[in-house]
C-alpha cells in the first residue's frame, strides 16, 4: 500500500516562494500521475497541478498557472510543488495524491499548511 508524506509549507510573504515535496513508499511504485491539491479554510479540495508520472507532461490549474511548477523525480518516487510569487489566496492546506492507472486519484498525503501573509 503506498503511503505519502508531504514536507515543505510554512509561513511566507506574499511575493515569496515555497517548494513542497512529497515522497511516496511503497514497493513497484508506478502511477498514472501524480498530483497537488489545496484546500482553503471554508472552501471545498481544489485542483492545484498534476504529472504524468511516465511522460512528465503537466496539467495547471489557471490560478497558478505561470507561478507554480510540479516536477517529479521517479528515482525517489518523489513530486514537487514549485511555488513562486505567492499571494495570500494561496493559503491553504496543500496535499499530493496518487492516481494509480486506470483510476483517480485514491492515495492522499496528510497534507502540508502553507499560510502566506503580506
Known amino acids: 500500500q503506498v503511503q505519502l508524506v508531504e514536507s515543505g509549507g510554512g509561513l511566507v510573504r506574499t511575493g515569496g516562494s515555497l517548494r513542497l515535496s512529497c515522497t511516496a513508499s511503497g514497493r513497484a511504485f508506478s502511477p498514472h500521475a501524480m498530483g497537488w491539491f489545496r484546500q482553503a479554510p471554508g472552501k471545498g479540495r481544489e485542483f492545484v497541478a498534476d504529472?504524468?508520472?511516465?511522460?512528465?507532461?503537466?496539467v495547471y490549474a489557471d490560478a497558478v498557472t505561470g507561478r507554480f511548477t510540479i516536477s517529479r523525480d521517479n528515482a525517489k518516487n518523489t513530486v514537487y510543488l514549485q511555488m513562486n510569487s505567492l499571494k495570500n489566496e494561496d493559503t491553504a492546506l496543500y496535499y499530493c495524491?496518487?492516481?494509480?492507472?486506470?483510476?483517480?486519484?485514491?492515495?492522499w498525503g496528510q497534507g502540508t499548511q502553507v499560510t502566506v501573509s503580506s
Open positions: 495524491a496518487v492516481s494509480p492507472v486506470g483510476k483517480g486519484y485514491d492515495t
Open positions: 504529472i504524468d508520472w511516465s511522460l512528465g507532461i503537466a
